[in-house]
C-alpha cells in the first residue's frame, strides 16, 4: 500500500497564479484533512472532510477551497496565490475523526508563491 | 491558536541520554497523541494517551497526561542518532473531536 501520496512535491507559483493540489490515500479512510506548516508555527488545519462528498473549514480556512469528490481524493485549491501562502502541505487521513484515531500523513508538497 | 505548546523548542543531547519533551494545553481533551516528524517528511504518530490515563510505554517512548495541569510529557530513554527529529503534540478538543490540533513543536538533536 502507498499509504497518503501528495501530488505535486514541489511548486514555485507567482502571485494571483491558480492551482490544485491533490492528495490521494488507499487505506479505505473515511477523514482527510488539509494542514500547513510554517516554521516555528507548527500545523495549523486548513480544511477537513469526514467522508466522501463533505468538507469543513479548520483554522485557517481563507483563500483556500477544497473538495471531496471521490472518498481516496482530497483537493486543495488556490484560486489566487499569495505570497503569505508560500508553505509547506501535509495532506492527512485518518479510520476514523475522533481524537483516539491516528492520522497517516503524506510526504508534503512545499509551495513558494513569488 | 494553538492548543499545545511544547517546551523546550529546541533540545540537543548525546546519545544514550534520555530526552524529555513537554506539552501544555489550554482545553479539556479526550485525547493526547504525540507525533515525529523528520526532516522534510510527514508526520508519525508515536504513541497515544486518554484522558483517563496517567501514562503508556512504548518502547523507549513513556507519555504522561496530567489533566489537572493540563499537560503531557514525553520521555525517550537511552536516546540514538536517529532519535533527531521534531516532536508534536496534538490534542483533540471534548466538543469537537473532529480534528487534531497541534503543537508548535519541539526540535530533538542527538549528538553521537
Known amino acids: 500500500n502507498a499509504g497518503v501520496t501528495q501530488t505535486p512535491k514541489f511548486r514555485v507559483l507567482k502571485t494571483g497564479q491558480s492551482m490544485t493540489l491533490l492528495c490521494a490515500q488507499d487505506?479505505?479512510?473515511?477523514?482527510m484533512y488539509w494542514y500547513r506548516q510554517d516554521p516555528g508555527m507548527g500545523l495549523r488545519l486548513i480544511h477537513y472532510s469526514v467522508g466522501e462528498g463533505t468538507t469543513a473549514k479548520g483554522e485557517v480556512p481563507d483563500g483556500y477551497n477544497v473538495s471531496r469528490l471521490k472518498k481516496q481524493n482530497f483537493l486543495l485549491g488556490l484560486e489566487s496565490a499569495a505570497p503569505s501562502q508560500t508553505s509547506v502541505y501535509f495532506c492527512?487521513?485518518?479510520?476514523?475523526?475522533?481524537?483516539?484515531?491516528?492520522?497517516?500523513f503524506g510526504p508534503g508538497t512545499r509551495l513558494t508563491v513569488l | 491558536s494553538q492548543q499545545g505548546e511544547e517546551d523546550p523548542q529546541a533540545l540537543s543531547i548525546q546519545e544514550g541520554e534520555n530526552a524529555t519533551m513537554n506539552c501544555s494545553y489550554k482545553?479539556?481533551?479526550?485525547?493526547l497523541q504525540w507525533y515525529r516528524q523528520n526532516s522534510g517528511r510527514g508526520l508519525v504518530h508515536l504513541i497515544l494517551i486518554r484522558s483517563n490515563e496517567r501514562e503508556k510505554h512504548s518502547g523507549r517512548l513513556r507519555v504522561t497526561l496530567d489533566t489537572s495541569k493540563k499537560s503531557s510529557s514525553l520521555l525517550i530513554t537511552a536516546s540514538r542518532a536517529a532519535d533527531t527529529a521534531s516532536y508534536f503534540c496534538?490534542?483533540?478538543?471534548?466538543?469537537?473531536?473532529?480534528?487534531?490540533?497541534f503543537g508548535t513543536g519541539t526540535r530533538l538533536q542527538v549528538f553521537p
Open positions: 487505506m479505505n479512510h473515511e477523514y
Open positions: 492527512a487521513s485518518s479510520y476514523g475523526g475522533q481524537g483516539n484515531n491516528e492520522q497517516f
Open positions: 496534538a490534542t483533540d478538543g471534548s466538543y469537537n473531536t473532529d480534528k487534531l490540533i
Open positions: 482545553t479539556s481533551i479526550n485525547n
